[in-house]
């Protein structure tokens, strides 16, 4: 949706090339079923937009700062599916940009 890509994807052309990469690392990658990837992709259809580099980032970055993998992280994932758009961790010094705000997880 504009609200959150905040006007940034208005004009931006349809292209496969994202969602086959966010489709294959829900379900390769993270070892999520059919399913279950569907969804997460219900519950956050943003998540066919972000680009492979900002899924595994967000990824790595559950595993490093919260010990979040395997079989947890697929549970957080279906709990949150929104963790995977966050990009930005303000500590405590607010960006404006809380929907994708480490400090609201």
């Not at 969804?39 to 259809?45: I, Y």
């Not at 066919?48 to 395997?70: D, F, M, P, T, W």
């Not at 949150?80 to 997880?105: I, K, S």
Request: glycine fraction near 12%; aromatic fraction near 6%.
């Amino acid at each position: 949706s504009q609200k959150y890509w905040r006007g940034a994807r208005r004009d931006a052309p349809a292209d496969q090339a994202p969602v086959d990469a966010a489709l294959g690392l829900l379900l390769e990658d993270l070892g999520l079923a059919a399913p279950e990837a569907a969804a997460l992709v219900e519950a956050f259809p943003e998540v066919l937009g972000l680009g492979e580099a900002q899924l595994e980032r967000s990824v790595a970055h559950l595993g490093k700062a919260y010990g979040i993998r395997g079989p947890g992280l697929r549970k957080v994932l279906g709990r949150r599916p929104d963790v995977l758009g966050n990009t930005l961790d303000c500590a405590g010094d607010c960006a404006g940009e809380c929907h994708q705000c480490w400090a609201r997880f």
